[in-house]
């Protein structure tokens, strides 16, 4: 029984994880690759594995250890279509249980000629004059591109390109800012607690698990930017499970709204994010069923304790101390990968921004600025909308924005060259330069510190000298 039991749980593993799920989940939303067919070359840009170096190496990100070998001086099958974490090799197949081929003629709906019949459906819209252009993507970081697509439903490609984008930067450095400045300041604090841990254990269980992103072909790669970086769980929906619940649970009470109504808007932003990993073609069904439960496990053992940090940062006298000491020893215990990838510099900016905001949080304590409102005020009531609050609300967004991306603009302009002479890494190129550990974790750190920093303090600041609040 037991045995049963364990196999039917490994072939449901092996089921939430199989490409070709993704695969027709991305056909079925519209998503259409242009892969070549058989005998036909394979178009993309040169990987940095393929251009190789004048020491032999890769220029950008090196295939992981685990990754199918070169087959007799042969090319790397990880750097097929200029995706390195994506295509599965032997070994890959051994572990799903089944040859990919096998695996492709068994599947729904995307059988052993997915990839000529995708081809000669692009190829017939293009004829139709339905589609009369592809699109490419590529990582801005290494330069590595993708294969061609096509998008048949611009709507999902438009909502779930949203959805994603709740889970990257441009989202954090407005969303949290904004909350701060023009919401409750209580709350953005131990919101930004809770973003940190979560997102750290994540990064940091990638790279202990190191799992693969899916293979491509069958899987069509409409992201590259954090195609370099392992796959299980998904940091994604990591994040997009604990910022909505959270704020759920942070707000709800202290705020007069309906439980519904937020219950329903953070159920609504978790499934947006997480079914958009997969539209993207960045994780399997798997990886964000794992991230989802990974996030509620974090949620409800850290919950209990978010006072005490708060507390903690607030008012003990050495807490600043111990808050960069703490960042910095969490940062290089986790910086172990086998080869550069977006999430050791993510991992740096996030610690970076959570030690920011939580030293800022204690200056504003000792100072008197921004204090926490008194129970007996409590529950607050949202004030009516009126063009006036709009405005007032927009001046702030805009204004404090401005002063961060400066903020950041400025220190990276600082610390990237002061790190490549203190470290004597030549910084021609700017891109490698910022790959190499001992550069970007300083400039990530400090970086991203000094923004947090000043979202919650100089630019609270400036606003109550300019009569803001």
């Not at 399997?284 to 439960?293: A, E, H, M, P, T």
């Not at 005490?308 to 003990?316: E, S």
């Not at 910022?434 to 750190?445: A, C, I």
């Amino acid at each position: 029984m037991a045995t049963d039991a364990n196999t039917g749980f490994l072939q449901l593993l092996e089921y939430l994880q199989d490409p070709y799920k993704v695969a027709r989940f991305q056909q079925l939303c519209g998503v259409q690759g242009t892969f070549p067919e058989a005998g036909e070359p394979e178009r993309h840009s040169p990987h940095p594995c393929e251009r190789g170096s004048g020491d032999g190496g890769c220029d950008g990100p090196r295939p992981r250890k685990g990754a199918a070998p070169a087959n007799n001086g042969k090319r790397d099958d990880s750097c097929r279509n200029g995706l390195r974490n994506g295509a599965a090799g032997a070994g890959e197949e051994a572990r799903l249980g089944a040859p990919l081929a096998g695996r492709q003629a068994a599947a729904a709906g995307v059988g052993g000629d997915a990839a000529p019949e995708g081809n000669r459906a692009a190829a017939k819209d293009r004829a139709n004059g339905q589609s009369k252009s592809t699109a490419r993507r590529r990582n801005s970081l290494t330069d590595e591109a993708g294969q061609e697509f096509v998008i048949r439903n611009k709507f999902l490609f438009y909502l779930f390109t949203f959805g994603t984008e709740l889970g990257n930067e441009l989202f954090y450095i407005t969303f949290f800012p904004f909350f701060i400045w023009n919401v409750d300041a209580y709350v953005s604090r131990r919101l930004i607690l809770v973003w940190v841990w979560v997102m750290y254990l994540g990064q940091c269980t990638k790279d202990v698990v190191r799992r693969s992103r899916p293979s491509s072909p069958p899987v069509v790669k409409v992201e590259m930017f954090y195609n370099s970086e392992y796959s299980m769980p998904s940091t994604h929906a990591m994040s997009g499970t604990a910022i909505p619940f959270s704020l759920f649970l942070l707000t709800y009470g202290r705020w007069e709204y309906p439980f519904m109504l937020g219950l329903v808007a953070a159920l609504s932003w978790c499934t947006l994010v997480c079914i958009s990993r997969i539209y993207m073609g960045m994780h399997s069904i798997l990886d964000v069923i794992v991230g989802f439960l990974y996030s509620i496990v974090i949620l409800v053992a850290f919950q209990p304790a978010l006072d005490m940090i708060d507390r903690f940062n607030l008012t003990f006298r050495y807490a600043p101390l111990i808050i960069i000491s703490l960042h910095l020893g969490m940062g290089l215990f986790s910086f172990t990968l086998d080869t550069w990838s977006t999430s050791r510099g993510d991992t740096a900016q996030i610690l970076g921004t959570g030690a920011g905001v939580a030293c800022a949080s204690h200056l504003n304590y000792l100072l008197g600025l921004m204090p926490d409102a008194p129970p007996s005020q409590l529950p607050f009531t949202p004030p009516p909308l009126s063009a006036a609050l709009v405005g007032m609300a927009g001046l702030r967004f805009v204004l404090g924005v401005a002063v961060l991306l400066a903020t950041r603009a400025v220190m990276k302009a600082l610390t990237i060259p002061l790190a490549c002479r203190l470290f004597n890494v030549p910084c021609q190129d700017v891109r490698l330069a910022r790959q190499r550990m001992e550069v970007e974790l300083p400039y990530r750190y400090i970086v991203y510190g000094t923004v947090g920093f000043n979202a919650l303090f100089l630019v609270p600041a400036l606003f109550t000298y300019l009569n803001l609040f």
